[in-house]
């Protein structure tokens, strides 16, 4: 049986979305993009692959419109790395690459 909470639905249907460019990244960083049909308590964090945060980049309220945020990764080591924004009731992903 199917649950409401078990569907993911596409990105482009989410009232949460993410960007991020250049990607793959090299020491200059990359911006975030995100853009919010609502306002809500935001976070947004860079995960490694091991779960691992490894940078906090925004926690606060937004309202709704897009927003730009830059993270520039110093100590890190070239990897994939997940750029996370959540809301209270909205996640979204997208992997990023960084390579030194």
């Known amino acids: 049986m199917c649950e409401d909470s078990d569907i993911i639905l596409p990105q482009s249907q989410k009232s949460l979305q993410i960007k991020s ?3 793959p990244l ?3 960083g990359t911006n975030i993009e995100i853009e919010n049909l609502n306002s809500d308590l935001f976070t947004i964090q860079v995960i490694n692959l091991l779960g691992k945060e490894m940078a906090e980049i925004f926690y606060g309220y937004l309202p709704p419109g897009e927003h730009s ?3 520039i990764p110093s100590n890190c080591e070239s990897s994939i790395y997940v750029i996370r924004a959540y809301t209270s009731t909205d996640m979204n992903a ?3 690459v960084f390579i030194k």
Request: aromatic share 24%.
């Open 26 to 28: 090299g020491l200059a």
């Open 94 to 96: 997208i992997k990023c």
């Open 21 to 23: 460019y250049p990607n």
């Open 69 to 71: 945020f830059r993270w």
